[in-house]
């Protein structure tokens, strides 16, 4: 494990080139790799350096390079807190997956990677793992706390904040605590895989939340909305700024998904809608031929909510046509 230096005293902030002094609020760019006519890769940097002293957030979006909805939060964010108003230091990093973004895709074009499992990164190692590498060792693991802005790709589903880190894990409990007080009502409480940013940072002692800004091509305005109050949440929460946060007095907490497959191919027509609260052999959907007949009506598998459905409205047998979250608790 590695020996952190926590920059909670009244002092610079910097990441890379880019620095801050306390009071101050600076943007810029980290090099972290090249492109191939010698262009730099350089991400864009956001330092908020309060007036006063206090803990680190760092905060990403766009690690999945099609994942829009948390930029918008980050815009939000660092144009509404000054340093005049905060306890502490955030560092803010727009858009993580520098190529993925370009191609308007998930993955990183140059090695066929999910960033969100490169964490936290070799230094010798592929686009993806050096890019990790570089913001791990300069901006991550100055945190306190961490959250990185994800949604559920281009695939309808509810606003949602995911904990990754096993039940076992010595920090599960402040993951989890983080991740209520974000406070978007939902959580998947699951031990993630290997290489994400809220399993690399826990191991370093920063409890992290990987908040699922609901899904969609571009934003959409109700999650951005949602996130948005999720990180005022936290700021306010961990005392960085005065205020209230606005936390549900009951959220809902699942364990893992459990998909509803298509018997038939065809169309499908929904007969739940996300959030619903379904119990087991629940009509979910019906599946039509391509007449127009219905051929069979598919059931929940399970009790459950209905997590996540189809951008499609086809399906082939076989397929999937949503996610059940499973087994319904409450924090
Ligand atoms: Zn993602």
């Not at 864009?44 to 999945?64: E, F, M, R, T």
């Not at 929904?270 to 007449?291: G, H, K, N, S």
């Not at 047998?317 to 949503?322: R, V």
Request: charged share 20%.
């Amino acid at each position: 494990m590695l020996i952190m230096k926590k920059n909670t005293n009244h002092t610079d902030l910097g990441v890379g080139k880019v620095a801050a002094q306390p009071g101050t609020q600076t943007d810029g760019h980290l090099k972290v790799g090249t492109m191939p006519d010698g262009t730099a890769v350089r991400l864009p940097i956001v330092l908020i350096n309060g007036k006063h002293p206090g803990k680190v957030l760092y905060l990403q979006a766009i690690s999945d390079g099609d994942e829009l909805n948390g930029i918008a939060v980050v815009h939000k964010i660092i144009q509404t807190i000054t340093p005049e108003q905060l306890h502490g230091k955030i560092i803010a990093v727009p858009i993580v997956n520098f190529h993925a973004f370009h191609a308007k895709q998930a993955f990183n074009p140059v090695d066929n990677r999910k960033m969100n499992r490169c964490f936290p990164g070799r230094r010798d190692g592929t686009s993806s793992e050096r890019i990790a590498y570089h913001l791990f060792q300069q901006a991550v693991q100055q945190a306190d706390y961490c959250i990185d802005l994800h949604q559920g790709g281009v695939q309808p589903m509810i606003d949602e904040v995911r904990v990754r880190v096993d039940e076992k894990h010595t920090l599960h409990g402040a993951c989890l605590e983080l991740a209520r007080v974000f406070g978007i009502g939902y959580i998947l409480d699951q031990k993630g895989p290997k290489g994400q940013l809220a399993q690399a940072a826990p191991e370093i002692g920063i409890p992290t939340i990987d908040p699922e800004l609901g899904g969609t091509h571009g934003w959409d305005a109700a999650s951005i909305e949602k996130g948005v109050r999720g990180v005022l949440n936290v700021l306010q929460y961990y005392n960085f700024i005065a205020g209230t946060p606005e936390i549900p007095e009951q959220q809902t907490v699942v364990k893992k998904f459990v998909p509803i497959l298509s018997n038939e191919g065809g169309f499908i027509y929904y007969r739940a809608e996300l959030y619903e609260q379904l119990t087991a052999a629940q009509p979910v959907a019906d599946i039509c031929d391509v007449f127009g007949t219905v051929q069979e009506t598919i059931t929940s598998p399970v009790d459950g909510i209905f997590w996540s459905k189809s951008i499609y409205p086809m399906v082939a047998s076989g397929g999937t046509i949503g996610k059940i979250g499973t087994p319904i608790g409450y924090l």
